[in-house]
């Protein structure tokens, strides 16, 4: 099996202004570690694919960023969209150049840049597992996450019919299962609902034969296909013309060939300020804390301090973050609607988004 990683890392992070900018979105930011997340996500998928047999799809400003983060990664590996066109043109294109280079049966592993995995080898594991079974069963196979709370800023995936059993931690079986259905974003009461009835994260970890992907395109996604063919090796002719979806929705949610594997290994995708309290070290008072702060009788806050000292007295469940001249300041529920808050701030406050 050839085995090949494929790192989603565009987009810009707009709910983590001030300090995310199109320059130097989340994915480039030191949010979690000490070292840039995307610096993280390679780190822990080097054991599966060396540099030359990994891509990572970005926007056309980053190439050159990411480039200087990772010099090990060869320049034709850094694959530039011109234009952000959803997932499913952008792992089409990826299906494609992999398969050009090691041929239809090599397994694509897909993961995004801006997560939080706390057991490593458990990850690492888990997608080998997924690998293995894309290419065994010829199957596209995505890791559901078992949730740890009823989330309602989750998608869910429902578990089917039993194909097989993997190791999974400790020794216990894990069942591979076809996908009865995806669920988008649901209301917490049916978020609990589907917890307590077995349903998974839908995390957005995907395995396949690059091969099995794009025949499954050809079948199912017009959106995609007509340009995919039409381009030929022009990335710039493939993204002008391709329509822009989601690859749950454009292959996933169409296709009969779907599998999930339960995973268990403290993933969270880091979305939102608020987020970075479950994924922070806390200090005694549940507070998640980073740069130069003072806090006292204070607690469940998340602070981000970068040159400008932060002190907090007397409050709870708050997120401060500052920077060059500028603080935010709002709670851990309002963290996840910053949109709102960008688009009626003067330009002068807002900066680049």
């Known amino acids: 099996m050839i085995l090949w990683n494929v790192v989603l890392a565009g987009g810009v992070g ?4 001030p300090l995310s900018t199109p ?24 054991p599966l694919a060396p540099p030359e047999r990994t891509l990572v799809l970005t926007n056309a400003s980053l190439r050159d960023a990411i480039l200087a983060l990772e010099p090990s990664l060869p320049p034709e590996n850094v694959i530039a969209e011109p234009r ?15 398969q050009a280079r090691s041929g239809p049966e090599a397994v694509m592993v897909c993961v995004h840049a801006d997560w939080a995995i706390s057991d490593v ?9 997924a690998a293995t079974i894309a290419h065994d069963e010829r199957a596209l196979v995505t890791v559901g996450i078992v949730p740890s709370r009823p989330d309602p800023g989750f998608g869910y995936i429902q578990p089917g019919e039993r194909l097989r059993e993997v190791n999974g931690p400790g020794g216990d079986a894990d069942q591979v299962r076809r996908v009865a259905r995806f669920v988008e974003k649901p209301d917490r009461e049916r978020a609990e609902t589907m917890v ?28 995609v296909q007509p340009s995919l063919d039409a381009a030929g090796d022009n990335l710039a002719a493939f993204f002008a013309q391709v ?39 806390h200090d005694a008072a549940d507070n998640a804390v980073s740069g130069p702060s003072f806090l006292l009788q204070a607690s469940g806050n998340v602070v981000h301090a970068q040159d400008t000292a932060v002190v907090l007295y ?33 330009a ?4 680049p988004t």
């Open 196 to 223: 307590r009835d077995g349903y998974l994260w839908n995390s957005g970890i995907f395995a396949w034969r690059v091969g099995d992907l794009l025949d499954e395109i050809r079948a199912l996604t017009p959106e």
């Open 14 to 17: 707009s709910r983590f202004w």
């Open 243 to 281: 329509q822009s979806i989601a690859i749950d929705v454009g292959v996933l949610e169409r296709s009969q060939r779907v599998l999930v594997l339960p995973g268990r290994f403290g993933w969270d995708d880091v979305g939102t300020w608020a987020a970075l309290h479950r994924v922070r070290a």
């Open 84 to 98: 952000p066109a959803g997932t499913c043109a952008a792992l089409a294109w990826a299906a494609r150049t992999i």
């Open 348 to 351: 002068n406050l807002r900066g």
């Open 314 to 346: 007397g409050v709870e469940d708050m997120v401060v973050v500052a920077r060059d001249g500028l603080v935010l300041v709002t709670t851990r529920e309002k963290a996840a609607d910053l949109k709102t808050l960008l688009d009626a701030l003067p």
């Open 23 to 46: 320059e130097r979105p989340k994915q480039l930011l030191p949010l979690i570690s000490e070292a840039p997340m995307l610096r993280d996500t390679l780190n822990r998928m080097t």
């Open 121 to 129: 080898e458990q990850f690492q594991r888990t997608l080998l597992d």
